[in-house]
């Protein structure tokens, strides 16, 4: 019964960081999860595509978890399903949207069979049962159809978790947050309120996606030539927007970029796009209706290098070329690590003549999460006795502590918690009792689990200092050096003195010969000796670290 | 005399581009150049420090060349000067700041004795001759003391140089842009306007630097620990603010980091910086006041790696550790590409506690240059026949387009050039004749050209795809290869499979054994082949394209 026992709760990922949301609750005899995301690589994190969560520690609770309770169809909340869900291999609970997107996802991944997916329509306020707990949606606004908050009643006590929201008041949809179901939940007692943060540095209120609309209103109105808008996939409510500004304009609408495709067919198939004026139309078709005519929408608004919006930029897209009557809509702002990219496309397009339209220039993008006053507006309703703010870096957690602060939270009622950190929950309060092994899994190409952290700081140093290979001979038949060592720079910033070289070659042939005189030795205690040799006659030589990669060739086999 | 002939004026960097500002204005018998900047690296160029204009095209004229006149002290405007001036010794004419950071540059590159510095003082209006151009400057305000513009009177006509400008009513220094000298060049008739675009996307106009010195009495007053500022080291009007703010509120300053202390020197010697209440303090004396008596003015406001503020961040500092009654604050905003460093710096300061304030939370930075407005101002002002913005981005320099069509320009007296074309200015217009050579050099390190682009694209490739480094040694002696070749994966994203590395060896053994049956061949050929064949298997098998490095190693002479 809610307030007797106590559950526990961790973050595997999604706190101190944003990406990745995937939070565990833990009773004595269950275990449910919320969301199932991915994360994206930092700027050291070179060829690395995607990073997923480390869920080694549900798999070994497996039997425990009764459901994967999903609250929205963005990646960072489902993107990991398709990668690790066969790890854990319990019932995901989604509203449709998610559903519908999740679905395509295990298909791709061969494992559409095997998932049990079970839809919940957030307006029928259900109660989904969970073991020793139980899950009700409540619907929020977010920048995406379907996106819905949980209350979850625990052991331990009710605790709410917002999802990513905002409280816009003019949703393109028409459906509003469910302030009544929120109102509900709290009047039952609130032990713990879990909420978004992550855009708590915008003061006052996000504006509603309907802004939005208005600029492509005015967009509309001036262009002349083709309109290119690049978005987000899953923003259905800004490409049902396009759609409508371009019914009014006479223009027809082509989705280009796979994702993109992909979604609007979901979005229209399970009714969350509606195209009553039928302006929708394919790439082939629309390439041939003059440039007046034709509004595409494209990926790539964070300059993703093989995204529409890049090979247009780049002058390799195989059908647009942008020319001086087009006007070009980035209709994002960039998330931090990837302004370089879409600066360089911005410069690229205006330098083939485009007019381009970014959110420096005009209100084409607002953001789904609520800023700083609409946080407090939850926190208010919700009126919980403990509130962890999650989906945010540190600065995040600490402002929306800040926030708690102000709103009359003494600091042991606010948790600001690290992925891992298991914090019990019950009548007594909230505290941390343990500490799980938490981690991150690096995904390049359809590799999972193929780079390490330890190949990660290689690559980095590669990059930013170069390499020295030194190869060596061994003749393991007289148990020396045959030839002379090769020393190989690759990437390094100097070239290598003659003198440095010949001293190194010489220097590395002696002290090797000294060991093998000794007797046989292994390849290891080679290497070994040749990356300290190396290391030290670089430093000394020319003041530089570089990776050092010795190869060890063994020739006694030739002449034995 | 103006107007009957023409000069020639060519951006050999700063344009396209922010950073490396370097323009030539060449007549028959003279030349001079305007600023002589250096530039950043952007991601993709591992590993360098710092990037510079190519100035071949100078040198090989460098007989012409009749000075060098600095706009200000930015390194994006005098930064090459310690590593390219002697390729052409010119004068170096500077209002009296930049002068004298020029001076101390100069002298710890060695240069000191070498150099000819003469400086102006902008407020005389001087004349100065230059064969047969005349240059007067003109006070601007700026992000630093000492700002100019230029008239440049040339054969081709009256050219106004804004230099990097804003309007800002109330400076720190009490010393505003000089309206009536830009009205007496407009008088004259300015065949040309090269004007700063960069904060064109900045609606309205810059706020002035005074709004920073209200946001720290607010924050002077609310901190009851140490406060630690991070800010430019060249904003000596931002470090003038901090000084006046904390004699008022009873604490000490205590500049941290070189370039800091350096710049605090030579600004106070110069009489550019004034401490009549004696707060400033060197960092051993500050250490042992107590907190709620000292600031620290720091570098690392962009998150430099080795600045004081990472490494008090990183907790590598030798001195400070924050705690949670201290105040940090992040006098500036990030420029594109240094995001992620610096929010990781502020998260790792919210984790040890200290109240973090940066440029989302409150009005802690100002820009240095004009907004869409002023920019507007100055064009109203100066009433050119032709104008062609500079320092920026193509996207500014489109932006300043639309802003001069706005005017009431034609376009073809708006100018977008890229660095290299030659623009030939008189009285019939603007044209391009001709386009030169440019480039750039880059530098890490202490060492100057040390790796070109070709590296970087290596350095690149390494860090995203990793390295196949394949050893073979040869015999020369018998012409076949001894032992088998060594493959070696470093950054590899997959582990090698065994029979795609056992089928390499046994192709590699006998091709190379094939052609060294042919007779001798040089290395370089033996290379060639084991790149290709490496490369076929590494696709074929792993569908992967790592960067390989072929070594050869020669082993005859061991046993001949």
């Given at each position: 019964m809610?307030?007797?026992?106590?559950?526990?709760?961790?973050?595997?990922?999604?706190?101190?960081?944003?990406?990745?949301?995937?939070?565990?609750?833990?009773?004595?005899?269950?275990?449910?999860?919320?969301?199932?995301?991915?994360?994206?690589?930092?700027e050291?994190?070179?060829?690395?595509?995607?990073?997923?969560?480390d869920?080694?520690w549900?798999?070994?609770?497996?039997?425990?978890?009764r459901?994967?309770?999903?609250?929205?169809?963005?990646?960072?909340?489902?993107?990991?399903?398709p990668?690790?869900?066969?790890?854990?291999?319990?019932p995901?609970?989604?509203?449709?949207?998610?559903?519908?997107?999740?679905?395509?996802?295990?298909?791709?991944?061969?494992?559409?069979?095997e998932?049990?997916?079970?839809?919940?329509?957030?307006?029928?306020?259900?109660?989904?049962?969970?073991?020793?707990?139980?899950v009700?949606?409540f619907?929020v606004?977010?920048?995406?159809?379907?996106?819905?908050?949980?209350?979850?009643?625990?052991?331990?006590?009710?605790?709410?978790h917002?999802?990513?929201?905002?409280?816009d008041?003019?949703?393109?949809?028409?459906?509003p947050?469910?302030i009544?179901?929120?109102?509900a939940?709290s009047?039952?007692?609130?032990?713990?309120?879990?909420s978004?943060?992550v855009?708590?540095?915008?003061?006052?209120?996000?504006?509603?996606?309907?802004v939005?609309?208005?600029?492509y209103?005015?967009?509309?109105?001036?262009?002349s030539?083709?309109?290119?808008i690049?978005?987000?996939?899953?923003?259905?409510?800004?490409i049902?927007?396009?759609?409508d500004?371009?019914?009014?304009?006479?223009?027809?609408?082509?989705?280009l970029?796979?994702?993109?495709?992909?979604?609007?067919?979901?979005?229209?198939?399970?009714?969350?796009?509606?195209?009553?004026g039928?302006?929708?139309?394919?790439?082939?078709?629309?390439?041939?209706?003059?440039?007046?005519?034709?509004?595409?929408?494209v990926?790539?608004?964070?300059?993703?290098?093989?995204?529409?919006?890049?090979?247009?930029?780049?002058?390799?897209?195989?059908?647009?070329?942008?020319?001086?009557?087009?006007?070009?809509?980035?209709?994002?702002?960039?998330?931090?690590?990837?302004?370089?990219?879409?600066?360089?496309?911005?410069?690229?397009?205006?330098?083939?003549?485009?007019?381009?339209?970014?959110?420096?220039?005009?209100?084409?993008?607002?953001?789904?999460?609520?800023?700083?006053?609409?946080?407090?507006?939850?926190?208010?309703?919700?009126?919980p006795?403990?509130?962890a703010?999650?989906?945010?870096?540190?600065?995040?957690?600490?402002?929306?502590?800040?926030?708690?602060?102000?709103?009359?939270?003494?600091?042991d009622?606010?948790?600001?918690?690290?992925?891992?950190e298991?914090?019990?929950?019950?009548?007594?309060?909230?505290?941390?009792?343990?500490?799980?092994?938490?981690?991150?899994v690096?995904?390049?190409?359809r590799?999972?689990?193929?780079?390490?952290?330890?190949?990660?700081?290689?690559r980095?140093r590669?990059?930013?200092?170069g390499?020295?290979?030194?190869?060596?001979?061994?003749?393991?038949g007289?148990?020396?050096?045959?030839?002379?060592p090769?020393?190989?720079?690759?990437g390094?910033?100097i070239?290598?003195?003659?003198?440095?070289?010949?001293?190194?070659?010489?220097?590395?042939?002696?002290s090797?010969?000294?060991?093998?005189?000794?007797?046989?030795a292994e390849?290891?205690?080679?290497?070994?000796?040749?990356?300290?040799?190396a290391a030290?006659?670089?430093?000394?030589?020319h003041?530089?670290?570089?990776?050092?990669?010795?190869?060890?060739?063994?020739?006694?086999?030739?002449?034995?």
């Amino acid at each position: 019964m809610p307030g007797e026992g106590t559950v526990r709760l961790t973050f595997l990922g999604g706190i101190n960081e944003v990406g990745k949301n995937i939070l565990a609750l833990e009773s004595d005899n269950d275990l449910i999860v919320v969301d199932f995301g991915l994360g994206f690589p930092d700027e050291t994190q070179h060829g690395v595509d995607v990073v997923l969560p480390d869920v080694a520690w549900l798999a070994e609770r497996r039997a425990k978890v009764r459901g994967i309770y999903i609250t929205h169809g963005h990646e960072d909340h489902i993107g990991a399903l398709p990668w690790l869900w066969a790890d854990v291999r319990a019932p995901i609970h989604a509203p449709p949207l998610a559903a519908g997107l999740i679905a395509g996802k295990m298909r791709e991944a061969g494992l559409g069979r095997e998932v049990d997916i079970r839809e919940f329509d957030p307006d029928s306020r259900p109660v989904l049962a969970a073991g020793d707990m139980t899950v009700e949606p409540f619907r929020v606004t977010h920048s995406i159809p379907d996106a819905v908050g949980f209350g979850i009643t625990t052991p331990g006590g009710l605790i709410v978790h917002t999802g990513d929201f905002k409280f816009d008041p003019t949703p393109v949809d028409g459906k509003p947050t469910d302030i009544a179901a929120i109102e509900a939940l709290s009047k039952r007692g609130v032990r713990l309120l879990i909420s978004d943060c992550v855009h708590i540095e915008t003061y006052g209120a996000t504006p509603s996606e309907r802004v939005v609309g208005a600029t492509y209103e005015d967009v509309f109105a001036a262009a002349s030539g083709r309109i290119i808008i690049a978005t987000f996939a899953s923003l259905i409510a800004r490409i049902q927007q396009v759609i409508d500004v371009a019914h009014r304009h006479g223009r027809r609408v082509a989705p280009l970029g796979r994702s993109l495709v992909t979604n609007v067919q979901i979005a229209q198939d399970l009714g969350y796009l509606h195209d009553p004026g039928g302006v929708l139309v394919d790439e082939r078709d629309a390439h041939r209706l003059p440039d007046n005519r034709i509004v595409y929408v494209v990926t790539g608004s964070q300059g993703e290098p093989m995204s529409v919006l890049s090979r247009i930029a780049n002058r390799t897209h195989h059908e647009i070329e942008v020319h001086n009557r087009d006007t070009v809509v980035i209709s994002a702002t960039p998330i931090p690590g990837n302004e370089t990219s879409v600066y360089r496309i911005i410069d690229q397009l205006f330098h083939q003549g485009a007019e381009v339209i970014y959110s420096s220039r005009a209100r084409v993008h607002v953001s789904g999460h609520a800023g700083r006053d609409e946080l407090r507006r939850m926190l208010d309703l919700v009126k919980p006795q403990h509130v962890a703010p999650t989906h945010g870096e540190y600065r995040h957690l600490s402002l929306y502590a800040d926030l708690a602060r102000e709103a009359g939270y003494r600091d042991d009622q606010i948790h600001l918690v690290v992925a891992g950190e298991v914090m019990e929950i019950g009548a007594d309060g909230v505290r941390i009792v343990d500490r799980i092994e938490t981690g991150r899994v690096f995904v390049e190409g359809r590799v999972l689990n193929a780079v390490d952290e330890a190949t990660l700081v290689e690559r980095d140093r590669m990059a930013n200092e170069g390499i020295i290979v030194v190869a060596v001979a061994i003749d393991r038949g007289m148990d020396e050096v045959a030839g002379d060592p090769v020393i190989a720079p690759m990437g390094l910033v100097i070239e290598l003195d003659d003198t440095v070289r010949s001293e190194m070659t010489i220097a590395l042939r002696e002290s090797l010969n000294r060991i093998l005189a000794r007797g046989p030795a292994e390849d290891a205690v080679l290497a070994q000796r040749v990356r300290s040799i190396a290391a030290s006659y670089m430093f000394r030589g020319h003041r530089r670290r570089p990776a050092i990669r010795p190869v060890i060739v063994d020739v006694s086999s030739s002449h034995g």
